[in-house]
């Protein structure tokens, strides 16, 4: 089993449609990283969080340390926000562990 | 600040040649990671840094893979007599662990590598 594990693999959803992307851990950590990459293009930082919530424009993160659990949101979806979302946690030792992604397509 | 800097782009060899990858993080940013990508995966960690010393590299990673950081600035990857399954995008990230920072990553484009 991978130490962080995301859902949905692959998303498709219409313009404007809320989007939740899950997020499920295993280890002890110190921060949680939800990361953004475009097809072809390098991976760019969302959040960087340890607790509660952040939120920057239409994206919201959340984190439920208890749980092992975050979510990250998009609210009123465009389709240039079609990416691929990763989120990584550090763990304790400060080594920063991937998930496999979430492919998110917004269909216009 | 231009943000990560990584070369080359785009590297192809063929199957027994080295090839290293450089990347300049930036200035001041104590912590390096060094990630390899493959189509349609995330990230899998391959090592990192604190300012020049290796904290950590990954089981993932043979012998024929090394890392260095000399001065605690620029990081080189060599892989020795690559082989085809090292085809991947090679990532790099920096960090800051000083206060006042946030410890948020930034990524370089990367460096993918084609081995024939």
């Known amino acids: 089993k991978n130490e962080v594990e995301q859902s949905p693999q692959n998303l498709t959803a219409q313009e404007g449609e809320f989007i939740t992307i899950n997020c499920s851990y295993s280890?002890?950590?110190?921060?949680l990283h939800w990361l953004q990459q475009h097809p072809g293009g390098g991976i760019v930082s969302l959040f960087m969080?340890?607790?509660g919530k952040k939120k920057h424009g239409r994206l919201i993160a959340t984190i439920n340390i208890q749980e092992k659990h975050s979510s990250l949101h998009i609210t009123a979806s465009h389709p240039r926000d079609s990416a691929v979302y990763i989120c990584?946690?550090?763990?304790?030792?400060?080594?920063?562990?991937f998930g496999k992604g979430t492919r998110l397509h917004i269909l216009p | 600040d231009t943000g990560v800097s990584q070369n080359p782009r785009h590297k192809i060899t063929k199957r027994g040649q080295n090839v290293t990858f450089r990347c300049d993080p930036i200035?001041?940013?104590?912590?390096l990671y060094w990630y390899r990508q493959t189509l349609g995966q995330g990230p899998e960690f391959l090592t990192y840094?604190?300012?020049?010393?290796?904290?950590?590299k990954s089981r993932l990673l043979s012998d024929r893979f090394s890392a260095e950081r000399p001065k605690g600035s620029f990081s080189t990857l060599e892989i020795q007599r690559t082989e085809q399954g090292d085809s991947a995008m090679y990532l790099c990230?920096?960090?800051?662990?000083?206060?006042?920072?946030?410890?948020?990553?930034?990524f370089g484009e990367g460096s993918r590598l084609t081995v024939l």
């Open positions: 990230a920096s960090s800051s662990t000083w206060t006042g920072n946030t410890g948020e990553l930034f």
């Open positions: 280890v002890g950590i110190s921060a």
């Open positions: 969080l340890s607790s």
């Open positions: 990584a946690v550090e763990n304790r030792d400060d080594k920063i562990i």
């Open positions: 200035s001041e940013h104590n912590r």
């Open positions: 840094f604190q300012n020049e010393a290796q904290l950590e």
